[in-house]
């Protein structure tokens, strides 16, 4: 299924992105723009595939991890590479730290870890108009069944100054295809995926996510 959803959609991509490009000169200002939107359309359509289809893995118990050594303290990097432009367009300081009590090599599955990183930093960039977002990765206090499970433990926390989620819709957002309300769809858009596919990677890996919001805050 993926492949058959893929190829079609990449011929789409690749050729409104040879479009776009005019090498040619022979579009006009208009031929241009409707190549744009075709190839930023199949971006976002290509991106719902890919968060359906990882849903639907881990729905179906076939999502497989893949454990190897991981660096922290490139955490910050990653995040700074990835999302400085996008903050910076909107005029936001993005910042990342990384506790140095903490081990440099930590033991997970770093494309599903920095896929949970992705989705959180894009939801506070995307949520926030003013202000800042900031990652911090440091060491939690454990509790008894967190030792039983293991003696290395991270908190990742993404802080933002965006609009807030009400305290009686909390609980939906991580449903999927569910947001906030109605509203926050037509301004923002998304499928509302993000946190679904987030949370049950975090079960998957062992963790969980927590959300601590007020509206305006």
């Given at each position: ?8 959609l ?18 006009s ?15 976002d ?5 890919n ?6 893995k881990v729905?179906?118990g ?5 454990y190897s050594?991981?660096?922290?303290y490139?955490?910050?990097?990653h ?7 996008i903050?910076?367009q909107?005029?936001l ?6 506790d140095s ?12 870890f920095?896929q949970i ?17 900031t ?8 509790t ?6 293991s003696?290395t433990?991270?908190?990742l ?13 909390q609980?939906?957002?991580?449903e ?5 309300d109605?509203?926050t769809?037509?301004?923002y858009?998304g499928?509302?995926?993000?946190l ?9 890996l062992g963790g969980?996510?927590t959300?601590q919001?007020?509206?305006g805050?």
């Open positions: 299924m993926s492949h058959e959803l893929r190829t079609p990449n011929s789409i991509l690749i050729l409104s992105e040879m479009l776009a490009e005019n090498k040619a000169q022979s579009l200002d208009d031929d241009l723009e409707f190549a744009k939107v075709i190839h930023k359309s199949g971006n359509l290509l991106l719902l595939i968060d359906i289809l990882d849903l639907s729905e179906a076939k999502l497989d991890l893949w050594e991981t660096d922290l490139e955490v910050p990097t995040i700074q590479n990835l999302f400085a432009p903050a910076n909107k005029g300081t993005l910042s990342a730290n990384v009590a903490l081990e440099t090599v930590f033991h997970t599955d770093a494309k599903r920095y990183i992705n989705n959180l930093l894009s939801n506070a960039l995307k949520f926030t108009e003013s202000g800042s977002v990652v911090n990765v440091t060491i939690p206090e454990l008894p069944s967190m030792e039983k499970l003696q433990w991270i908190k926390s993404v802080t933002d100054t965006g609009i807030g989620i009400p305290q009686d819709k609980s939906i957002v991580f999927s295809f569910q947001q906030a109605g509203a769809v037509r301004k858009g499928t509302g995926l993000g679904s596919i987030c949370r049950e990677v975090s079960k998957l969980w996510l959300l919001s007020e509206v805050v």
